[in-house]
């Protein structure tokens, strides 16, 4: 069974690198939502996460050139503890997670239960001490739930992840939530909006399918195409519309995308 979930996760895995999808970050500390992301996510010619800005909806630095430099230092600080918490969160989600591999050969093993779920636990999987909880579907051996107490920069950090399957089979993690109770401190996590992409010939030429299209890997060599442009100037039309951007950030942005085309 522990070989066929591997499996199961390796397979996932590859059927991930067809899509990219949005991602939805939002950092909340003490009840207050301080920080919010919205990243396009897809997988690279290398196999690694790559996160492309939609929009950083970050709280305003005040006036007075001390002051904005003081604010400043304390964003950086900030984005670069989200940053290493989705990493954290990514090392007990993402199917080709090396260490959660090892845990499905040697995990403490119950079920299935009466809604078909087989329960997988054990300690010290990807830092010692912590505990993890990993729910799979008895027929398909795709992810269904995620639990975890593991640790983040000395602090105890608690995480809940839910999972989805699109109608292609692709399991993924539609919903997280990362507590760092110690600091007061919430990451949430969602992702949606995927799109399923067509590998060309060309290794540098991505296109969505269905049309119009969106690279997860912008190319280097080339200017993206009429249909990418379109299809980004409709993600951040979207982006507007729905208040998540400013007309300021919008304008930016779309001068940008046809800088670019």
């Not at 100037?233 to 400013?246: A, H, P, R, S, V």
Request: hydrophobic share 35%.
């Amino acid at each position: 069974m522990a070989v066929q979930i591997i499996e199961a996760r390796k397979a996932n895995a590859a059927l991930m690198c067809q899509y990219s999808w949005n991602s939805r970050t939002e950092l909340i500390e003490k009840g207050e939502v301080k920080d919010t992301h919205i990243d396009m996510v897809g997988y690279g010619p290398d196999g690694q996460l790559q996160r492309t800005p939609l929009n950083d909806q970050g709280a305003s630095l005040p006036d007075g050139f001390l002051r904005r430099a003081i604010a400043e230092k304390e964003r950086q600080k900030m984005e670069e503890y989200l940053t290493g918490l989705r990493s954290l969160l990514d090392q007990y989600t993402l199917p080709t997670a090396g260490k959660v591999l090892d845990f499905i050969n040697q995990a403490t093993t119950t079920g299935p239960d009466a809604s078909g779920m087989i329960l997988m636990t054990g300690n010290s999987v990807v830092f010692p001490g912590d505990t993890l909880s990993l729910w799979t579907n008895a027929t398909t051996r795709h992810t269904q739930k995620v639990e975890v107490t593991t640790f983040y920069q000395g602090d105890v950090a608690m995480v809940t992840a839910t999972f989805n399957t699109l109608y292609s089979g692709m399991n993924y993690m539609a919903y997280a939530e990362v507590k760092i109770p110690a600091r007061e401190m919430r990451v949430q996590v969602q992702n949606v909006d995927f799109y399923h992409m067509v590998l060309t010939p060309s290794p540098q030429k991505i296109e969505r399918k269905p049309s119009p299209t969106l690279p997860a890997t912008p190319s280097t060599t080339a200017a993206p195409s009429l249909q990418v442009v379109e299809k980004k100037l409709q993600d951040l039309k979207t982006l507007l519309d729905k208040g998540l951007i400013t007309q300021t950030e919008y304008d930016a942005k779309k001068a940008q995308i046809l800088k670019d085309f």
